[in-house]
């Protein structure tokens, strides 16, 4: 009796853990195939690469490298010198223009007033034509001297959204050109989080989606929620061939992997002391109906048991709350 009691209870203890191990394989499984989490993620911001408008002499560098820096604010000055004598001169021809403009127009108006006999009519078409054309210059000299007040403005460059300066090495007596960066700008109103989520996890991850996010070196864990999917990706086994014909790559792998396509984050708030730059890396989850993925290997336990049909998800677009514009 007692044999026959000591192999039953040995029996329950494997058929037990035969189950767990069932279980917790099966639940490793999932969660590694086919949870929404990957450790392919990045924090990203737009950059904007810093160029002067018009051309010269640096005399003056008002921000050093990493700094951060408000819209508005004055990053480097180029020489005004030459923009400053080139507005005196376009002034200069604006008031000659307007001269010849005013004696024009004189002259037409008199012409106008007198009698057929007293003035032929070549000589009234032709003082017309001299006033539109002292009229036309008038205007044309204007237009050069916006011009030349808008060059000397653009002699001080200016931050264009608030960010950080980064990678500058601008020095006093430098000769900058026109459209040629100088530095680069890190937007930092458009810092997110793009994870790189296998195809086979997107059926999983909706729009408006909640996320967790874990920068690599960090403990802290932010929030976010799914903004949007990328449109498409490199086709790397397709090419344009010399008569824009697809060229398709005749070698087909048996293993075929799954591709990676990016899907936005936008973050909910950062806390001040995380520095966050772009660039780094980060591990992405993505909450499925309120339960977060990472905190355990058991997250996806409740697939095994009978479906809840009290609350069935429901596919929607994402909240206006949450649209970028």
Known sequence: MTRLL??????????AMVAVAIVVGLALW???????????????????????????LVTEVRVGDNQLVKRGDVLFRIDPERFTLALRQADAIVEGKKASADQAAADYGRYSKLSDAAVSQQKLEAARATDLEAKAAYDQALADRDLAKLNLERSAVKASVNG??????????AYVTTGKGVMALIDNDTLRVEGYFEETKLPRIHIGDKASIRLMGDDAVLTGRVES??????DRERTAGSNLLANVNPTFSWVRLAQRVPVRITLDAVPETLRLVSGRTATVAIEQGGEKVWPSIFGSWRKYLPPNTTSPRVDHQIPDAYVRT
């Open 164 to 173: 950080r300066i980064t990678n500058m090495e601008l020095r006093p007596g």
């Open 229 to 234: 999917f990328a449109g498409g990706i490199e």
């Open 6 to 15: 000591t192999f039953s209870f040995r029996l329950l203890v494997t058929l």
């Open 30 to 56: 999932d969660y590694y195939m086919n949870a929404p989490w990957t450790r392919d993620g990045r924090v990203r911001a737009d950059v904007v690469a810093v160029a002067p408008d018009v051309s010269g």
